[in-house]
Structure formats: structure tokens, C-alpha cells
């Protein structure tokens, strides 16, 4: 059985940091490009972020890019999101998503986690 | 970047009814790149439909995924108890990015 468990959100000021992570289990992870969704309250679902199987490409919304970083640690069957400079506009729900490809540049999504609460208010 | 928008926003309905979930793109979705979820308040989002018509595993025939082009259609027969729930879809013939609707609530 496929699980995605998100751990790492909380409450940031704005400017602040955070990574979150996603512990993978349940399939061979480096055989999959893995995602970062999220929804902010009241709104619909935005991609944020994705890494291909061998972490080796990444891709962001430009609305994230130069301030959030997803990268994987394969032996450990673990995705991250570093997020820094954060804004008020990123207070979202995080998702950690599969993909059902290898190569990450876009793909539906065939396994969700629950997610992970981010807010970002002083 | 494909826009996509559902419709309705809410649709109420009682169970044994079927409901008619519409999702319209901004322009063409390549190959019929397009999927269906479920979303159930403090539960992971679950895949229902994905290529606008193939059912992922375990889905029931109940749910069924019709369109191409700008105009897609989600159908669920025979509404369950548990069926009620937000439904959107997401497209991922031009990427990046994928993009995904506002949902519809499907509610009693």
C-alpha cells in the first residue's frame, strides 16, 4: 500500500523558513518523479513543485521559484521542500504527491498524502 | 497555462441520483490529459479518472470521465453516501505547470 506521510508545517513569520518532508513507503521510490501541491484556504489546488525520479530534474511555479527548493533523498525514501522568504500568500495546506512517471514534468497524480499546515503570519 | 473551470460550483443531490460534474479548459488538452479526484475534508485527495476516461484502480463503474478537446465531463451514477464530497479535475497535457480546477461540491 502506497503511503505519503507529510511532516514539517507550522506557524512561520513572514521572511521566515521551513522544510517540510514526506516520508515515502509502499513502492520503489526512485522509480518516480515525486510533487508538492498545495491549497490555501478558500482557494483551488496549485501546483508548486516537482522532481523527477533521480532528483536530477526539478521544476517550480513561478510563483515559488528562487524561494523553494524540492529535492530527494532516495536512500531514505524521503521528500523535501525548503521554503524560505515566505509570504502570507504561501499559508496553504502542503500535499506530497506521486507521480506515476519517472520524469517529473507533468503528469496527473496518482497517490496524495493528507498534508501538512503551513501558515505564515507574524 | 490552461485555465480550467468547473462547474457547478455546487450541486445538490440525494443519494440514487447521478451527478454531472462539467470541467471546461482555456484551450485544447493535448491527448485527453486529463484527470478526476476525489477530496474529502482531512483525507488525501484520491485519483478516480485519469486520459479523460480510464478509471484508476479500484474505482467503481459508477464513476465514469467523457470529453476532449476544452470540455470534459465527470458522471457519477447512482450517488452513494459516501460519494458526497469536492470533486476537481486537473490537466496535464501542456506542462509544466499542471493545473487544476476549483472544484465542485457534491453535497446532499
Given at each position: 500500500?502506497?503511503?505519503?506521510?507529510?511532516?514539517?508545517g507550522g506557524?512561520?513569520q513572514?521572511?521566515?523558513?521551513l522544510?517540510l518532508s514526506?516520508?515515502?513507503?509502499?513502492?520503489?521510490?526512485?522509480n518516480?518523479?515525486?510533487i508538492?501541491?498545495?491549497q490555501?484556504?478558500?482557494k483551488?489546488?496549485?501546483?508548486?513543485?516537482?522532481?523527477?525520479g533521480?532528483?536530477v530534474?526539478?521544476y517550480y511555479?513561478?510563483?515559488?521559484?528562487?524561494?523553494?527548493t524540492?529535492?530527494?533523498?532516495?536512500?531514505?525514501n524521503?521528500?523535501?521542500?525548503?521554503?524560505?522568504?515566505l509570504?502570507a500568500?504561501?499559508t496553504?495546506?502542503?500535499?506530497?504527491?506521486?507521480?506515476?512517471d519517472?520524469?517529473?514534468s507533468?503528469?496527473?497524480c496518482?497517490y496524495?498524502g493528507?498534508?501538512?499546515?503551513?501558515?505564515?503570519s507574524? | 497555462?490552461i485555465?480550467?473551470?468547473?462547474?457547478?460550483?455546487t450541486l445538490?443531490?440525494?443519494?440514487?441520483?447521478?451527478a454531472?460534474l462539467?470541467c471546461?479548459?482555456?484551450?485544447?488538452v493535448?491527448?485527453?490529459?486529463l484527470a478526476?479526484?476525489?477530496?474529502k475534508?482531512?483525507?488525501?485527495?484520491r485519483?478516480l479518472i485519469?486520459?479523460?476516461?480510464?478509471?484508476?484502480?479500484?474505482i467503481?463503474?459508477?464513476?465514469s470521465?467523457?470529453?476532449?478537446?476544452?470540455?470534459?465531463?465527470l458522471?457519477?451514477?447512482?450517488l452513494?453516501?459516501?460519494d458526497?464530497?469536492?470533486?476537481?479535475c486537473?490537466?496535464y497535457?501542456?506542462?509544466p505547470?499542471?493545473?487544476?480546477?476549483g472544484?465542485?461540491?457534491?453535497?446532499i
Open positions: 500500500e502506497v503511503q505519503l506521510l507529510e511532516s514539517g506557524l512561520v513572514p521572511g521566515g523558513s522544510r514526506c516520508a515515502a513507503s509502499g513502492f520503489t521510490f526512485n518516480y518523479a515525486m508538492w501541491v498545495r490555501a484556504p478558500g483551488g489546488l496549485e501546483w508548486v513543485a516537482s522532481t523527477s533521480n532528483g530534474s526539478t511555479a513561478d510563483s515559488v521559484k528562487g524561494r523553494f524540492i529535492s530527494r533523498d532516495n536512500s531514505k524521503t521528500l523535501y521542500l525548503q521554503m524560505t522568504s509570504r500568500e504561501d496553504a495546506i502542503y500535499y506530497c504527491v506521486k507521480d506515476p519517472f520524469y517529473g507533468g503528469s496527473y496518482d496524495w493528507q498534508g501538512t499546515q503551513v501558515t505564515v507574524s | 497555462e485555465v480550467l473551470t468547473q462547474s457547478p460550483g445538490s443531490l440525494s443519494s440514487g441520483e447521478t454531472t462539467s471546461r479548459a482555456s484551450q485544447s493535448p491527448a485527453r490529459y478526476w479526484y476525489q477530496h475534508a482531512g483525507q488525501a485527495p485519483l485519469y486520459g479523460a476516461s480510464r478509471r484508476a484502480t479500484g467503481p463503474d459508477r464513476f470521465g467523457s470529453g476532449s478537446g476544452t470540455d470534459f465531463t458522471t457519477i451514477s447512482r452513494e453516501p459516501e458526497f464530497a469536492v470533486y476537481f486537473q490537466q497535457g501542456n506542462t505547470p499542471i493545473t487544476f480546477g472544484g465542485t461540491k457534491v453535497e
